[in-house]
C-alpha cells in the first residue's frame, strides 16, 4: 500500500510548488497552494495507475466499462487523500507548513458533469469499483460547460455558464495518441466482393474523439481505474487553413465549429426528453469512440474477438448510450467480417442496462428520418435488429398486431431506445425493489413476459468513504471509538452500533457532534445569504432536482400552512425549525421554476415577520451541487422524501442522510420503502397513498384536488395565498402553480397528501422534543445504513450481470 512520512511529503510539495509556479511559498496564492497539493497527489497516483493497468492485463481479468452520459464526480482531491491512506499525514505536515487542508479543498471547482442522481450514482459506482479491485472503466463526454451555476436573484433562478475548466483541471491526463475517429451523416454503399456483402460509408464528416484520462483511486488497496471522458476537435488535415480557398474557407470554419458543439454543454434536464438532433450526436459520438476504443484496445492486448463477451461487460446507464449495441454490431460485421448471427450473440452478452425511470416524457426516442440522415449505417443496423426482433414476435404471438406494434423497436416514425436497448442486451435492471416490480409489471409488462430472465433489480447506494468518512469525520471517529473500524471495508458492520442506540453517552455524543456541523452550516448560510438560523433549532431538509414529482410544492405548502398558524398564535408550542432548500431546475421548466420562487417569497415573507419571534425559518440556498450536499447533509436532523409514490425509481439522497443519522420523512416510494425495511417502522416516519392507490386512481380516475382543498380550510387558506397577493403584489406571479394544483387536478396527488403530511410533521415535532428518543433513532439509522453503501450494489452488479471481480471475495 502507498505509504509516506511526513517530512518526505513536506520536500516533494514544496518542490512541486517551486516547479509548478516559479515561485516561493509565501508568495503563492491558495489556488496556487491548492493546483500544487493537486498535481503531487496525482504524481503519486501515477504510478499506481499504471501498475494497476499492468496487473489487469497480466491477469486478463473481465474488464467492466461502465458508459454514462454523466459522471457527477464533485472534487476529487478530498477523495483521493482519503483513499490513498494518506489525508492524516497530508494535513499535518501542510499545518506544519501553515496551510489548511480543509481550506485548499475548497478551492477545487466541483466537476459537475451531471445533473442529479444519475450522474452521481455513476460516480459513486467508479469509486465502488476501484475500492473493490474490480477492473472498472468509466466512459463519457468531457463538457467543457458542466451543469449550469445557479444563482438566486430576486428569488428567481438565474442560469450561468459552468465553464469550469477556467483554471484548469490538475486530474485529467490528455491522451491525443489515443484518439478515435467518428463519423456522421454521409451515405452507404453496399458491394458484392466474392459473395459478401461489403458496406462503405462514404461523404461523412469525421470527428476526432480525443480522450482525457481520470485516475479512480482505490480505498487503500493500490487499485487506480480509469474514467475516460472524450472531447470532440476537428480532424486536423480537414481544418487546414491554407489549402482552402475562401469558400472553403467558411465552411472549414463552419465544421470547426459544429464539431466542437458536440462536446460544449451538459444538457441541463433531467427526466425531460427533448428531441435534439444534438444530444443525439453527443451520445454516438462517446459511445462510438469508446467502443472503437475498448475493440481496439482488446485487439493490441491479443484478444480473441470471438470471446469479447467473456472478457467485457459493457453497461449503459440508462438509453443514453444505447447506440453501443449497433455500435460493436457494426465493428464486429463491418470491420472483423463477422456474421450478423455471431455478433448478435456477442454484443448481446456483453451490453447489460439500466432504466432509471418510469416517467414518460422522459423517455427517448429519435425521429426515424432524422437517426436514418445523421447515422446511416447505424441505422441499417437497427432496422435490421427491429425486423428480426419482429419476426421472432409475430412467430410468438401470431396475429397480435398491436402487441408487436408496441413493443417494435422502429414504430410510429420513432426509433424507441428503451425497446432497443431491452433487446440488444442480456440483463435490464431497475434501481429499487419497488421500481423493478414496477417496471415488471406495468411499463415493461411485454418484455418482461417476453424475457422474464432478463429482468432484475440492483438497489442504488451511495459510496460511504465521500458521504460518511470524508463529509462526517466527527460521525466517523465516533463510529471508530464504538465499534472499530471494520466497517469501513464492511459497511454492514455499522450494525454493531445498534447497540449503542442505548447508550446515553453515545446519544448525547452523537447530538452534540450533529449540533457541531449545524454550526458549520450555518455559518456558511450566513455568509452566503446574510440569514442568521439557530442551530438549535430542527434543521429540517428537502434538497435535490426541483420537480413536480418531488414534491417540493408540498414542503411549501406546509410552511406556508405553519406560518399562519404561528401569526395567530405567536405562542403556539412547535419546535423551532429552519427550512433548508437546494436544487436547481432545468432551464426550460417553467412550473419548476416558479416553485423556486414561491419558497423564496414564502421565505422572504416568514423570516421578516417579527411576530412569529424566529420560530421558524426558511433558507434557500443557491446553486445545489456535491460538494454542496456534503455541508448539508451531515447537519440534517430531518429528511424530506416526499415524492409521489410510484414516481421516484430510488432516490440516493435518502441513503446519504439516513447513513449521517438524520430520520426520514417519507412516503413508500423508491428506496425509501427499503429503508423503512431496514430500520423497522418505528424508525422513519411514513406518509401518504400508497402504491396500490396511486395506480388505482392512475388507472380509474376518482381524484377531485378541487373536491379535495374545498373539504379542507387549511388548504383552502394556503392554495389562497398562491394567487391572493399575500406572498407577491404580483397576483400573476404563481398563478400556473396554483393552476397546476387546482384547475389541472393536482397530478401529483399533493393536496391529497397534505393531512397525512401535517400528521407526519407533528409527529416529528413530538419525536424531536425527547433527544434522547431522536438519537436514538437516529443511531439506528445510521447501523442500519450499510447495505446502502454502493459497495454493496457493485457486488451484485458484478456477480448477477457482469460476471466481473472474483477477486474481491478475497479481500
Ligand atoms: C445525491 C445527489 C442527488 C440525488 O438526490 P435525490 O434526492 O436522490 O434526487 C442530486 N444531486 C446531488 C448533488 C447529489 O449529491
Redesign the pocket.
Known sequence: MFTIDKETFKRDYLKKFLELHGRELEEGTDHHKYEALGSLVRDYVAKAWIETNKRYKATGEKQVYYFSMEF?LGRLLGNSLLNLGIRDICKEALFELDIDLDQLENFEQDQGLGN??LG?LAACFLDSMASLNIPGNGCGIRYKYGFFEQKIINGSQIEAPDYWLREGNVWEIKKPDKSEIVKFGGEVRMEEVNGKLNCTHINYEPVLAVPYDTPIVGYENDVVNNLRLWSAEPVSNEFDFSSFSRGDFLKAIEYKNSVEAISHVLYPDDTFYEGKILRLKQQYFFVSAGIQSIIRNFKDNGGDLSNLDEKIAIHINDTHPTLAIPEIMRILMDEEGMSWEDAWRITTNTVSYTNHTILAEALEKWQADLFKKLLPRIYMIVEEINRRFCQELWNKYIGQWDKISNMSIIGDGFVRMAHLAIVGSHSVNGVAKLHTEILKKQEMKDFYYLYPRKFNNKTNG?THRRWLIKSNPELTKLLNETIGTSWIKHPTDLENFTKFADNTEVREELARIKNNNKKKLAKIIKDAQGIAVDPNSMFDVQ???IHAY?RQSLNCLRIMDLYNKLVENPNLDIVPRTFIFAGKAAPGYYLAKKTIELINAVADKVNNDKRIKDKIKVVYMEN???SL?ESIIPATDLSE?ISTTTKEAS????M?FMMNGALTIATLDGANVEIRDEVGDDNIIIFGLTEREVLEYYQRGGYSSWDTCNNDPRLRRVTQDIINGYYSPDKERFKTFYEHLLTYNDEFFVLKDFDSYLNAQAKADELYRDIHKWQRMAAINIAHSGIFSSDRTIQEYATGIWGSGYLYKNL
Open positions: 457527477l442529479g442522481g452521481r451511495i434538497v435535490k432536482r418531488k445545489y451541487r456535491v450536499a422524501q432516490g440516493t439522497s435518502n446519504k
